[in-house]
C-alpha cells in the first residue's frame, strides 16, 4: 500500500500566479483534506471533500480551491499567490470518519 | 473544536517512560481526543485517539482524565524515533485542529 501521496515535492511560484498541487489517497480511503503548515506552527485546516462535494471549510479565502475526482483523488488549487501563502501543504486521507492518514506534503514557495 | 494547551517542549532519555500532558477545559461531550505527531520533515502521523475511557494502542496509551478536561499520552518507552512535536486535538472526526504541539527531544 503506498499511503498518501503528493506531487509536486517542492514548488516555487511568483506572486500573481496560480498552483494546483495534487492529491492520492491511501487505498480505500474516500475522504480527502488539506491543511497548510507554515514554519514552525502546526497545519490548518483548509477544507475537506467527501464524495466529490466540499464538506467542510476552515477560514481560508475563496482563492483556495479544490476538487475531488471519482477515484477519490483531489486537487488543490491556489489563485493570485501572495507570499504568505508559502507554506508546506499537507494532504490527508481518511475512510470517512477514521482517523486521518497524511501525506508528506507539498512545499510551495512563492517569491 | 476545544482549545488545547500542551508544553512547548519536553526532554526525555532513551528508554524511559514520557507522559505528554494536555489541558482541554472546554472540551464538549462529544469531542474525541486525537492525538497525532509530526516527525522532522514528515507530515503528521495518527499515535492514538478516545473518547472517555483509558485506551492502548501498539505505539503509546492515552489516559483520560475523569471530567475530560485533560489527558495524557504516555509512551512506555521512548526511542530516538520518538523525537516529534506531538500534537493533542480535542474535536469531533471530521476536521482537525492543530495547536503548536509539544517537541519531545529524546536523548540516548
Known amino acids: 500500500d503506498a499511503g498518501v501521496t503528493q506531487s509536486p515535492t517542492h514548488l516555487i511560484k511568483t506572486r500573481g500566479q496560480q498552483v494546483t498541487l495534487r492529491c492520492s489517497p491511501k487505498?480505500?480511503?474516500?475522504?480527502v483534506s488539506w491543511y497548510q503548515q507554515a514554519l514552525g506552527q502546526g497545519p490548518q485546516f483548509i477544507f475537506q471533500?467527501?464524495?466529490?462535494?466540499?464538506?467542510q471549510r476552515g477560514n481560508f479565502p475563496d482563492r483556495f480551491s479544490g476538487h475531488q475526482f471519482p477515484n477519490y483523488s483531489s486537487e488543490l488549487n491556489v489563485n493570485a499567490l501572495l507570499l504568505g501563502d508559502s507554506a508546506l501543504y499537507l494532504c490527508?486521507?481518511?475512510?470517512?470518519?477514521?482517523?486521518?492518514?497524511f501525506g508528506p506534503g507539498t512545499r510551495l514557495t512563492v517569491l | 473544536d476545544a482549545k488545547t494547551t500542551q508544553p512547548n517542549s519536553m526532554e526525555s532519555n532513551e528508554e524511559e517512560p514520557v507522559h505528554l500532558p494536555c489541558n482541554h477545559s472546554?472540551?464538549?461531550?462529544?469531542?474525541?481526543i486525537h492525538w497525532y505527531r509530526q516527525l522532522p520533515s514528515q507530515g503528521p502521523e495518527y499515535v492514538i485517539h478516545?473518547?472517555?475511557s483509558n485506551v492502548n494502542n501498539r505505539m503509546a496509551s492515552l489516559a483520560i482524565a475523569e471530567d475530560r478536561k485533560s489527558s495524557t499520552l504516555i509512551l512506555h518507552r521512548a526511542t530516538l524515533r520518538d523525537a516529534a512535536v506531538y500534537y493533542c486535538?480535542?474535536?469531533?472526526?471530521?476536521?482537525?485542529?492543530f495547536g503548536k504541539g509539544t517537541m519531545l527531544l529524546v536523548s540516548p
Open positions: 486535538i480535542a474535536a469531533g472526526y471530521s476536521t482537525l485542529t
Open positions: 471533500y467527501y464524495e466529490e462535494e466540499e464538506r
Open positions: 478516545g473518547l472517555t
Open positions: 490527508a486521507s481518511s475512510l470517512e470518519y477514521d482517523e486521518q492518514f
Open positions: 487505498s480505500g480511503h474516500d475522504t
Open positions: 472546554t472540551i464538549s461531550g462529544t469531542d474525541y
